[in-house]
């Protein structure tokens, strides 16, 4: 019986950053409950690692890439020849409570690259 492989699941420095934005976003909101809600956020974000780790399809095709718009199609184009030059050619979105995880992935390999609210409009890029 073989084991199946377990893919390297890493993040971006962009992931991080949105990571901390959604940090300070919680304490702008309610400084009482921020640290137990980012806590609760970080192991709800482990456990994806875990499943992604396992299972590198897991979440599903990025939404950005039904758009219809000569902008929204340029945009998809864009981030799936970036995703392809880095040798990660699948991009997918994987849903955390109320936040959305963008990553690449080949079959052996994860990169984090985003994080964003359900209610954000795109994701945030370091800039």
């Known amino acids: 019986m073989t084991l199946p492989i377990h893919a390297r699941v890493e993040a971006t420095p962009n992931f991080i950053s949105n990571l901390e934005v959604t940090r300070l976003y919680f304490v702008e909101q309610d400084a009482d409950t921020a640290s137990e809600r980012f806590r609760k956020l970080k192991v709800e974000l482990r456990e ?37 030059q880095a040798g990660l050619p699948h991009l997918r979105e994987y849903l955390v409570n109320r936040h959305i995880v963008l990553y690449a992935h080949s079959d052996v390999e994860v990169v984090l690259l985003a994080l964003k609210h359900q209610r954000q409009l795109t994701y945030l890029a370091e800039g």
Request: charged residues 10%.
């Open 48 to 84: 994806m690692v875990t499943v992604l780790s396992w299972s590198p399809a897991s979440g599903h095709l990025a939404r950005f890439f039904s758009g219809r718009s000569a902008q929204a199609r340029l945009r998809a184009q864009t981030v799936q020849q970036l995703a392809a």
